[in-house]
């Protein structure tokens, strides 16, 4: 099923669209189609209308999340929709009385240490499944097999892992298992990359006396580091989403991670909904501001690599 | 090279082999693999009916949530790909619900769905003024229809993402090819278009159908598989089994067979999916 993936995935060619900035002189086969008379005028009516509806779709929940964030309980239980005049009591008790700033940089840590880590692992891997046919198509199959089924009762094997290694509730033990869990998406998105670099890169290094390690390490990893930001922006971004494992392997303040935090602001016997919006709020910054600044690699990571 | 391959294959297989052997033995949290007790873990699972309750709901859930969630995602992917002024901003705007940690997906629809003071109550008040307040996740239905909305808003974009792509990287010659011939609008997307990216939507279904099955952390956050068991789904009820009730053995057989349904659910779709690609 997962050989199914990946075969479909790789019938659509690669493309980098999401990187250009669009215009209606940039997508050719619209604007030759466009003589088509006023019908296609009716159409691209109906297509702004649909992206205006989709935006809203999207963002008015996140408004009114912000809109919470800035009422106090009186107001949110009158049930008003724009605070006025906005209270920002709740943001500041967000930053100051729960912990989270630390637990934004816990989920830094464990989001960039772990993506550093998956690469390690994924990239030798998906090089010698693309390069050397190792394990044929069913092996990335058979990688990808675990992503298809819930992750809970790995937990305990993991849990286990992490006791031995003395790294039980620590932030180091939740990087490893995130380094871990990720490395198969991580070969999936890799593999794709890996297969469009020119052979023949590899073989003028070989010939030039490089073994098998030091073509990976000096020519092929250079070559890739596009691809290798964008998978480990994807994968960043997963681990910093991550909550069950989170939840389960952390228990104090130096390892708790934002998703961990906000829910026990929820478990609370009185939920503050203003704080925990303010904190939610905190906490998806850094996810955000990664994808405005890093939108094209992001894109390019989940466009060009699997699907090619 | 060989060894990292190996590593690896260990490394993901120990789960594997992990949840296989606690649903055949007696395994509790601290002590897995107590003693081999053969398919009674099964069968007990099986005789109860909450298990499967949760398995068929998790179906009913994860195609809904898949049917919906790619009409979306193919009508706006679309209607991006013809926009002329949508560019990089409202891309980017799109696939901002995608990149949301699923905990504060369920909190912020937790607070649109509050009962006093909430966003759809708020909206329902002004509409049918006087009216009583409306509490949609203590409504056993649309709890079910809350939680399934959420996971839409969340992961649609990702099917944007892809259709989108698939709509970018059509060979072009084709479609002036078609054009020239006659073909337009509707008709050229049907038998142009469509054709072209109907390869990239089945594998997006997949993908999606998948995502669905393994919800787990907005049912927590939103209802806690509640009221009743209105939300209990599979990756739920095994995280029950697992962590409140400390019984692996259980979640382990829950999770194989959970396997055995995602399987039974996908197989037509891959075998549409993989006719698709050899056409």
């Known amino acids: 099923m997962t050989d199914a993936f990946s075969r479909h995935l790789a019938a659509t060619p690669p493309n980098t669209a999401f990187e250009r900035t669009s215009g209606s002189t940039t997508v050719p086969p619209r604007s030759k189609a466009g003589s088509g008379g006023r019908g296609r005028g009716g159409r691209s009516v109906a297509a702004e209308v649909w992206v205006v509806l989709s935006l809203l779709a999207a963002l008015v929940p996140l408004g009114y999340l912000v809109s919470v964030s800035l009422m106090s309980q009186g107001q949110i239980s009158a049930g008003s929709l724009v605070p006025l005049p906005p209270d920002w009591g709740n943001w500041s008790a967000a930053l100051t009385e729960t912990?989270?700033?630390?637990?934004?940089?816990?989920?830094?840590?464990?989001?960039?240490?772990?993506?550093l880590l998956t690469l390690a692992f994924a990239l030798p891997a998906a090089w010698a499944m693309a390069r050397h046919r190792t394990g044929g198509r069913s092996l990335a199959g058979l990688v990808l097999s675990p992503w298809l089924l819930p992750p809970i009762v790995a937990i305990v094997?993991?849990?286990?892992?992490?006791?031995?290694?003395?790294?039980?509730?620590?932030?180091?033990?939740?990087?490893l298992v995130y380094a871990l869990t990720n490395t198969a998406v991580a070969i999936w998105l890799l593999e794709g990359f890996v297969r469009r670099l020119p052979?023949?890169?590899?073989?003028?290094?070989?010939?030039?006396?490089?073994?098998?390690?030091?073509?990976?390490?000096?020519?092929?990893?250079?070559?890739?580091?596009?691809?290798?930001?964008?998978?480990?922006?994807?994968?960043?971004?997963?681990?910093?989403n991550e909550f069950l494992f989170a939840t389960f392997l952390t228990q104090?303040?130096?390892?708790?991670?934002?998703?961990?935090?906000?829910?026990?602001?929820?478990?609370?016997?009185?939920?503050?909904?203003?704080?925990?919006?303010?904190?939610?709020?905190?906490?998806?910054?850094?996810?955000?501001?990664?994808?405005?600044?890093?939108?094209?690699?992001?894109?390019?990571?989940?466009?060009?690599?699997?699907?090619? | 090279m060989a060894p990292a391959v190996l590593s690896l294959v260990v490394l993901g297989g120990?789960?594997?082999?992990?949840?296989?052997?606690?649903?055949?033995?007696?395994?509790?949290?601290?002590?897995?693999?107590?003693?081999?007790?053969?398919?009674?873990?099964?069968?007990?699972?099986?005789?109860?009916?909450?298990?499967?309750?949760?398995?068929?709901?998790g179906v009913v859930y994860a195609l809904l949530v898949a049917v919906v969630s790619v009409a979306l995602g193919v009508a706006t992917a679309v209607a991006l790909w013809r926009s002329v002024r949508a560019g990089a901003v409202v891309r980017t705007l799109l696939l901002l619900p995608m990149i949301t940690p699923p905990v504060v997906v369920g909190v912020l629809w937790k607070l649109v769905f509050t009962p006093s003071g909430g966003l759809v109550d708020t909206v329902l008040g002004a509409v049918i003024?006087?009216?009583?307040?409306?509490?949609?996740?203590?409504?056993?239905?649309?709890?079910?229809?809350?939680?399934?909305?959420?996971?839409?808003?969340?992961?649609?974009?990702?099917?944007?993402?892809?259709?989108?792509?698939?709509?970018?990287?059509?060979?072009?010659?084709?479609?002036?090819?078609?054009?020239?011939?006659?073909a337009h609008g509707f008709r050229l997307f049907r038998s142009i278009t469509l054709p072209a990216i109907a390869g990239t939507v089945a594998a997006a279904f997949l993908i999606?159908?998948?995502?669905?099955?393994?919800?787990?952390?907005?049912?927590?956050?939103?209802?806690?598989?509640?009221?009743?068991?209105?939300?209990?789904?599979?990756?739920?009820?095994?995280?029950?089994?697992?962590?409140?009730?400390?019984?692996?053995?259980?979640?382990?057989?829950?999770?194989?067979l959970l396997a055995v349904v995602v399987t039974l659910v996908t197989l037509p779709v891959v075998a549409v999916t993989r006719r698709l690609h050899n056409d």
Do not use: C
Not at chain 1, 99 to 115: D, H, K, T
Not at chain 1, 268 to 277: L, N, S, Y
Not at chain 2, 213 to 231: E, H, I, N, R
């Open chain 1, 99 to 115: 912990g989270l700033p630390r637990a934004v940089l816990n989920s830094i840590v464990a989001a960039l240490g772990g993506a």
């Open chain 1, 157 to 175: 094997p993991l849990f286990s892992l992490l006791r031995v290694l003395g790294l039980n509730n620590t932030l180091v033990g939740l990087t």
């Open chain 1, 199 to 240: 052979v023949e890169v590899d073989e003028a290094a070989q010939l030039d006396g490089a073994g098998e390690w030091r073509v990976l390490v000096s020519v092929v990893t250079p070559l890739l580091t596009p691809a290798l930001i964008a998978v480990g922006v994807i994968v960043a971004v997963l681990n910093y």
């Open chain 1, 252 to 308: 104090g303040p130096d390892a708790q991670t934002v998703p961990v935090i906000l829910s026990l602001m929820l478990g609370e016997r009185v939920q503050d909904f203003g704080t925990i919006a303010a904190a939610s709020l905190v906490g998806v910054v850094p996810v955000y501001a990664a994808a405005v600044f890093l939108q094209h690699r992001l894109v390019g990571g989940l466009t060009a690599g699997s699907l090619t």
């Open chain 2, 14 to 57: 120990y789960p594997l082999v992990f949840i296989a052997l606690a649903a055949f033995t007696e395994s509790s949290l601290g002590r897995p693999f107590q003693e081999f007790v053969g398919a009674a873990t099964f069968e007990s699972v099986l005789a109860d009916g909450d298990a499967t309750a949760s398995l068929l709901r």
């Open chain 2, 129 to 182: 003024p006087g009216g009583a307040t409306f509490s949609v996740l203590s409504h056993p239905v649309f709890a079910f229809l809350g939680v399934a909305l959420a996971d839409v808003w969340e992961w649609t974009p990702l099917i944007v993402l892809l259709v989108f792509a698939a709509l970018i990287g059509q060979d072009a010659a084709i479609t002036e090819a078609a054009s020239l011939d006659g």
């Open chain 2, 208 to 256: 999606r159908l998948v995502l669905a099955f393994k919800v787990f952390d907005l049912v927590y956050v939103m209802t806690s598989g509640g009221p009743g068991q209105a939300t209990t789904l599979p990756a739920y009820v095994i995280w029950q089994a697992a962590l409140q009730q400390f019984d692996v053995g259980r979640a382990a057989a829950v999770t194989l």
